[in-house]
C-alpha cells in the first residue's frame, strides 16, 4: 500500500530545514525506507515550507514509523503530518 506524508514546516524553521537536510534524504534514501516519490512544498518566493514523501508500507502503523523517525520530524521541523493512503492512478511506472 502507498501513504503520502503530507507533513507542514513550522514557520520561520528554513534554517533548521537545510541544516537536517542531508539526514533527511540519506534517511528515505536508506533501506528502512520504501520511497516512491519525494519533494518540499514552496512558497511563492519558491522556499520550502513542507514535503511530499510518498511510500511504500505494509500498513498504516509501518507509515506512522517512517513518518516518525524522518531526520526532519525529529528535529521538530514539522508543526503538522498527516498521512493518507494513496493509490497511483496514472503515470504509475510500476503499473503493468
Excluded: Q
Excluded at 533527511?24 to 522556499?47: M, T, W
Excluded at 514509523?65 to 498521512?83: Q, R, T
Aim: charged share 20%.
Amino acid at each position: 500500500m502507498l501513504y503520502a506524508l503530507l507533513c507542514t514546516d513550522k514557520p520561520g524553521s528554513l534554517e533548521l530545514r537545510m541544516k537536517v537536510r542531508p539526514e533527511h534524504v540519506a534517511y528515505l534514501n536508506g533501506p528502512s525506507v520504501a520511497l516512491k516519490a519525494a519533494g518540499p512544498f514552496l512558497d511563492e518566493g519558491g522556499n520550502p515550507t513542507g514535503s511530499l514523501v510518498i511510500i511504500e508500507a505494509a500498513d498504516m502503523a509501518a507509515a506512522k514509523i517512517v513518518a516518525a523517525n524522518d531526520p526532519y520530524n525529529m528535529a521538530g521541523l514539522f508543526s503538522h503530518v498527516e498521512i493518507k493512503a494513496w493509490r497511483w492512478a496514472l503515470k504509475n511506472p510500476d503499473a503493468a
